[in-house]
């Protein structure tokens, strides 16, 4: 039990307590609040659940969080703080998400910014290519592929046959040449006049 001249009873949780675990409050006769500050905390908590509840909002469970570590609000998981991108803004100097899950949320984006596709759109196409390259058949399918005129989005595709249909311009007899001349039969240019050459159909 606290000294009774430097302690008091909390109406709250009936505790013998010091004067020090409670806050001032001017305007009671002895300059403290009825209640103790982890009751007051708890008060405050719990009406501040009940308020977010009503509004049809989530309350965040309290998590203790070890020295150097923090938890990650997208993935729930407590991680160090190398996990995490810096953020000098920030009040712990670190980013609000790991970087998983950034990552993630990047890679979410820029599917939906460049190709106007969710991830799950993304994956319905790989599984109707049955999970392979729409070319080369065999590659694992990692790059989604679009009409660079149109904007039109095409197929996934591995990274090597994504780059090969790249480097020919996405030019159609560029790519039937190619494979022509993979047969075996070469493409020679016809010169019809001076400078102007007319290929074989």
Known sequence: ??????????????????????????????GLQAWCRKC?????????????????????????VPE????????????????????????DGLSTSCKACRATKGRADHLKRNYGLTEAERDAMVASQYGICAICLSAPPVHVDHCHKTGRVRG??????????????????????AAAYLEGNLWKPTLVAPGVYQLPS
């Open 1 to 30: 039990m606290a000294d009774g001249l430097n302690a008091r009873i909390c109406r709250k949780c009936r505790r013998d307590l010091p004067l020090a675990a409670f806050a001032r409050n001017g305007k009671r006769p002895d």
């Open 40 to 64: 007051v905390a708890e008060y405050g908590a719990a009406h501040y659940r009940r308020r977010r509840e009503a509004d049809g909002k989530t309350v965040r469970e309290k998590v203790d």
């Open 68 to 91: 150097g570590h923090k938890l990650c609000r997208t993935c729930g998981v407590v991680k160090p703080h190398t996990e995490w991108h810096r953020n000098a803004t920030a009040s």
């Open 156 to 177: 996934v595709l591995c990274f090597n046959c994504n780059s090969a249909i790249g480097k020919l311009r996405d030019k159609p007899d560029a790519a039937r040449r």
